[in-house]
């Protein structure tokens, strides 16, 4: 698996080091307008930056998922498959990579933006009264009596269910798109793409469905901390299931049914 | 040996395959022949695992195909199936990582006498330069089972030449190879086994010698397909030069 993730590296080798390459233009542009006290110039990069953020997380993941249905459809697709490789060693070679970029690409370009914010207050002698009125904004938020120390727990929950949510998006689609290669064998177009997107809406459904079923709790503002990390915790382990399963049909999908 | 039992492949609207029973002894030279159309990539993705069968068997030596048999067969398509964004030396890279019998050594001794640059990208490749490279790759490797699909179309004279005489080499080895072309003439004296398909049946299959009985290849490829009337043989065909 570990080999194929490095020939993947290499397919997106470019597009990374064009993101890269953006990210170190803007923060020249800050840095630039930082060093001659040009507000403007940093409010603009820093814009870009936030912008940049998302748009590299969701460029990534949704240019990952295509390239898996490009990659079933056309003569490339050979050099993967004729390869003495578990066809679930070929999925998560792809699932994994694209969520790890995407997720680091995000986290790259969100840390950089949270830096250059910080430093932009700085230059405005904003940052004291400011974290000090996001401090009490969130306190006021939770009207509860959680501990600093909780909120950050429940950061770290948050994260990893943003990574297990972008992981259990991208299996659900990569099951649509090995359903319809199924389905369809060797047609091309407008039709398998089509089917691709209905088969993803009603796993996306079905799944959140299930875990409303087996997951409801009321969730009110003031709960007890433990209770909403419990609910979360368990629908952590539910989405990694999900995952599980939709990489492991996918994967047998691949082995005993599509057609190169 | 490369056993087929009872195979039919069906797409949506046709049969590419219809109950295709056949056995390729290790060692033998067999050369698949048919029109466009009668099944013969089929087949070869079969039995490389690119497709699957809708119904019937494919086995390796005894063993179905999966990745350990993929391992053991080298195949050469008709089609590029390179990323763009590789090298000629990038392709030999890959597979030498994933196949241990790809002789890198070997690779670049090809290369040198096809006249292909490593430094050279897939998508500066003209058609002639990709087959000689999809030659390349496939005769680098040391595999159980080599596959050709039309290796001696779009190349030069040359390079035909030094396909034959690989091929010639690798029966000597006792490799076992199964080749389709249209170019019967140019591979009649290197074959062992003839298989003939049509509109996806097994229409005849055996020794060379057996089945040819004095006509040339290209005559009993007329006889066949052309003016012909030989109909599709019964199910289990084994193919036994020795017969």
Not at chain 1, 182 to 188: E, I, P, R, S
Not at chain 1, 221 to 236: N, P, Q, Y
Request: with cysteine; net charge neutral.
């Amino acid at each position: 698996m570990l080999k194929l993730m490095k020939y993947e590296f290499r397919k997106w080798r470019t597009t990374l080091l064009a993101l890269l390459a953006g990210l170190v233009a803007l923060e020249v542009g800050f840095i630039v307008g930082l060093k001659l006290d040009k507000p403007t110039l940093m409010t603009v990069c820093l814009s870009l930056i936030a912008v940049l953020t998302f748009a590299a997380f969701a460029y990534l993941t949704i240019a990952g998922i295509a390239g898996y249905s490009q990659e079933l459809r056309e003569k490339s697709g050979y050099l993967v498959f004729m390869a003495p490789v578990q066809p679930i060693s070929i999925v998560l070679s792809k699932l994994v990579f694209i969520a790890l970029v995407s997720l680091a690409s995000a986290a790259l370009f969100g840390a950089a933006g949270y830096l250059d914010f910080r430093a932009l207050l700085g230059k405005l002698h904003l940052d004291t009264q400011t974290m000090n009125n996001m401090n009490a904004l969130l306190r006021f938020g939770l009207k509860t009596d959680a501990t600093v120390q909780q909120i950050l727990q429940m950061a770290g929950f948050v994260a990893v269910s943003v990574v297990l949510e972008v992981l259990l998006t991208m299996c659900t689609a990569y099951l649509a798109i090995t359903l319809s290669a199924t389905l369809l064998q060797n047609k091309k177009g407008f039709l398998r793409g089509l089917i691709s997107i209905v088969l993803f809406v009603v796993l996306s459904w079905g799944s959140s469905w299930l875990s409303q079923k087996l997951l409801y709790t009321r969730i009110e503002f003031g709960a007890e901390i433990d209770e909403f990390r419990r609910t979360l915790g368990l629908s952590l382990l539910l989405n990694f299931g999900f995952c599980a399963v939709f990489a492991g049909i996918s994967a047998w999908l691949l082995d005993k049914k599509v057609d190169m | 040996m490369l056993k087929l039992q009872n195979v039919t492949k069906r797409y949506l609207r046709r049969t590419a395959l219809d109950d295709v029973s056949l056995e390729i002894e290790t060692g033998k030279v067999c050369l698949l022949l048919g029109p466009n159309g009668s099944g013969k990539t089929t087949m070869m993705k079969l039995i490389t695992g690119l497709a699957r069968p809708t119904s019937g068997d494919i086995t390796l030596d005894g063993e179905g195909i999966g990745p350990a048999t993929k391992a053991r067969v080298a195949y050469m398509p008709t089609e590029n199936y390179f990323y763009n964004y590789m090298t000629v030396k990038d392709i030999g890279k890959y597979y030498a990582d994933f196949f241990r019998d790809f002789d890198s050594a070997r690779y670049r001794r090809m290369l040198t006498d096809m006249e292909l640059d490593e430094a050279d990208h897939i998508r500066q490749l003209s058609s002639g330069m990709a087959a000689k490279l999809r030659l390349s790759l496939a005769l680098s490797r040391d595999a159980a089972l080599m596959m050709f699909d039309e290796p001696l179309n779009g190349v030069d004279i040359l390079t035909r030449t030094q396909t034959i005489d690989a091929i010639r080499a690798g029966r000597q080895s006792g490799r076992t190879m199964l080749i389709s072309t249209h170019l019967v003439d140019e591979l009649e004296d290197v074959v062992d086994t003839l298989v003939f398909l049509k509109q996806g049946k097994l229409v005849m299959a055996g020794g060379k010698q057996e089945i040819c009985a004095g006509r040339t290849l290209k005559d009993l490829y007329l006889d066949i397909y052309g003016h012909g009337s030989v109909g599709v043989q019964p199910d289990d065909q084994e193919v036994n030069p020795d017969a």
